[in-house]
């Protein structure tokens, strides 16, 4: 991957959008906000039209046989790019961790050795700018106050560390406020928000009150799923905070007229 | 304890019952968090943590893929040493074996060591059914004790009790109760330990547990932060230790590592106050009897579960259960065991056995896989792993029978997220779906939390209109 130089052009790097399941289905526009921040940092990112989802939401409850042939279509939606990215640190980790998993129970082993060798290649928004195009200004704007919240599987499962707040921090007119117990779960968990509806409200609210303790305007994150429930929470306390994914964030430039840094 | 788990609720109806309870939320967001931050400076002290963490899962694996050679070791060296070795399948073996031995004392009380095994088996319980008082000498084991309560935590067993609870249960239980008593800490250790010395005077057979076991030596640790625990190893006559068969540890040398794992991560101390080891009898010298219960009940079946069985490296420090956000919020009696948190959440079924009962079914699901517990664990155990291979061994267990909604739903997903064309006929409904799960359904989610605006097309075709530009 060294070798590639994506805006120097000596062999262009075939990138993909893994847009997710939830952004797809309910959260278009953090997708066409991937490929807009994309496309102005000089990847041609293409959306594969057979891909559907990486399987976690079925592996995480339980049903790995029913993951088998998701994961089939994922690895054929993706396996001939050079790098897949997607905007979500939980289907990421899904990816590296889970999938080994589901081939190995699935006893294919030409799936288990294409999986294996795909799943390096698929990077969260975060690690693929940071890491693979080696940019931390992407030449962002975003006037705002911002809190932000690690979510577990960016942070624990992955291991994105520092690299969101970093991009963040680039960015011109960002505030970032700093979150108390941020690297606390906010409850989500999946189909444990509804199983355990009330345990998963009992550690968002705590999230909640912690999000409203900054004053920021904006809540960011890099996993939909998780703003799903912090951002319905925050919504029926009518708290006026808003939720973004980063990729919201960093795609926003200056408007024409305003400017350029 | 007097209390029973037996026929507990499963564990989302016994969490909301946990939920209600604003004292005990608040007692355990205060002890939790108390214990995390002492966890997180001494652990952060130690430059070689994670080669110590990576030590103590290794010497673990090793001793359980041979598990039965040193359990041999451990039993010829115990005998050497003069204790006598008895093996115990399940709990009504162990628990009929101590009741022998008190028995053979005529004796109709025991002092106790705080131990988790002793409560996995029930013990207390079956001596009372012999007309044998059991005695727990540790301070937070009284509590609970006298309280007539369950214990909700692994280390601090009366956690979600704060002391002004305390001096109300001394003052109601405790016949020798200091009358002015107040709710000062000191005040209350001291009438415990009035109440308890009379007890290990009189007391001629000891119960206990063990952290560990040397298999070289046949030594027995307890680590232990009163001295209640030490009084009672040294005191009476004859000492009973029912001992899990995954507690042995080969040497001297591979304790040493467990001795640094240990105190730091559950009471976030640099060394344990009370580390007492023996072996067997010395004469003239403490017990002079000495009785070791090696234990199964359950555990050769998480052995023969490959990803579950490194739950059995667990050392019982109790950290993924502070770490944990479920536990935090719920405590321990939710869980419905002696063993809560995420350790109980893996450790249950492991041991019972998924399919076992409702209860035990519900457990891999007590989490959201934030893997907070993992990044704790001093031996390293993957809970989120381990958890999600149980959720699929519940499903499994259930695939017989009437399917579920949820069996239903997922069979559908399967089919829907196969292929991308069915993906995008099924978005075309997510907006009559959202809405309708808005006005009737989806009450789990809608109670406290708004639902997403549906958008009006998916992003999928979007880039077929757009060919993704805009
Ligand atoms: S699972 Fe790990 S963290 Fe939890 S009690 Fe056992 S050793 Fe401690």
Known sequence: ?261 | MTGTFVGMPAFPAAARDALDNAQLRANLDHATSTIRAKRAAVVGELEQWEALRIAGAAIKDDVLLRLDDHLLTLESALQDAGAVVHWARDAAEACRIVAEVARAHEADEVVKVKSMVTQEIGLNEALAAEGIAAWETDLAELIVQLGDDLPSHILVPAIHRNRSEVREIFLREMPDAPPGLTDDPARLAEAARMHLREKFLRAKVAVSGANFAVAETGTLVVVESEGNGRMCLTLPDVLVSVVGIEKVVPSWRDLEVFLQLLPRSSTGERMNPYTSTWSGVTAGDGPQEVHVVLLDNGRTRALADEIGRQALRCIRCSACLNACPVYERVGGHAYGSVYPGPIGAILNPLLRGVGSSDQVDSLPYASTLCGACYEVCPVLIDIPSVLVNLRAQVVDAHRSGLPKAEAVAMKTARATLSSSWRLALAERFTRIGLGAARRFGASAWTRSRDLPEAPQESFRKWWRRTGGRP
């Open chain 1, 1 to 261: 991957m060294d070798d590639f130089d994506v805006r120097g052009l000596v062999q262009p790097m075939r990138v993909a959008l893994q847009v997710t399941c939830i952004n797809d289905a309910l959260y278009p526009d953090t997708g066409r906000n991937v490929v807009r921040l994309l496309r102005r940092l000089g990847v041609d990112v293409e959306f594969p039209a057979a891909q559907t989802c990486c399987g976690q939401p079925m592996v995480n409850t339980g049903y790995i046989n029913e993951a088998v042939p998701v994961l089939r279509t994922f690895v054929d939606a993706f396996a001939g790019y050079d790098a897949v990215v997607t905007p979500s640190g939980s289907c990421a980790g899904s990816v590296r961790h889970q999938h080994a998993i589901v081939s190995a129970r699935a006893g294919d082993p030409l799936l288990a050795e294409r999986s294996a060798d795909l799943a390096p290649r698929v990077f969260e928004l975060s690690e693929f700018i940071v890491d693979v195009l080696g940019v931390i200004d992407v030449g962002a704007w975003f006037p705002h106050t911002v809190a932000y919240h690690p979510t577990c599987h960016s942070l624990r499962m992955l291991g994105v560390g520092d690299r969101p707040t970093k991009l963040l921090e680039a960015v011109e007119g960002l505030t970032l406020l700093p979150l108390s117990e941020a690297e606390e779960c906010c409850g989500f968990g999946g189909t444990f928000a509804v199983k355990n509806a009330g345990t998963s409200v009992a550690i968002g609210e705590d999230k909640v009150r912690n999000v409203l303790a900054t004053g920021a305007d904006v809540l960011v994150a890099g996993d939909r799923s998780c703003l799903t429930h912090i951002g319905g929470l925050l919504d029926r306390q009518r708290s006026g905070v808003r939720v973004m994914h980063l990729a919201d964030v960093l795609a926003q430039t200056r408007p024409p007229g305003g400017g350029r840094r």
